[in-house]
């Protein structure tokens, strides 16, 4: 599966941002993925921000985002979203969306069992 990802910015402190993960050129369909958002920032390891199960789209998140960002799917648009609100600067990133299939709920977080990777979108949150 190829992923592309979309929305990133420059936004001010307290405002908002919508990424979109879009999904192509797959055998499977795409419900059958499960997907993740990760971020990364330079000289640090990519860090697990938000991820969405295969099987209905349990989500989780971590905890430096709990409570301000959401993660959905659109399987019918090939697209998962990650709506970001409450921005802080130290969100700054660039942000990489990541599927492979049917992932057990221990391997969402881990960059390493995802298969497939978008580009990244940067996002910068400054005044």
């Known amino acids: 599966v190829q992923l592309q990802a979309s929305g990133g910015g420059l936004v001010q402190p307290g405002g908002s941002l919508r990424l979109s993960c879009a999904a192509s050129?797959?055998?499977?369909?795409?419900?059958?993925?499960?997907l993740g958002w990760f971020r990364q920032t330079p000289g640090k390891e990519r860090e697990f921000v938000a991820a969405?199960?295969?099987?209905?789209?349990?989500?989780y998140y971590g905890d430096a985002v709990k409570g301000r960002f959401t993660m959905s799917r659109d399987n019918g648009k090939n697209t998962a979203y990650l709506q970001m609100n409450t921005l802080k600067p130290e969100d700054t990133a660039v942000y990489y969306c990541?599927?492979?299939?049917?992932?057990?709920?221990?391997?969402?977080?881990?960059?390493?069992?995802?298969?497939?990777w978008g580009q990244g979108t940067q996002v910068t949150v400054s005044s």
């Open positions: 969405i199960k295969s099987n209905g789209g349990s989500t």
């Open positions: 050129a797959s055998g499977r369909r795409f419900s059958s993925y499960s």
């Open positions: 990541a599927a492979d299939s049917a992932l057990i709920t221990s391997s969402l977080f881990n960059p390493d069992r995802y298969g497939y």
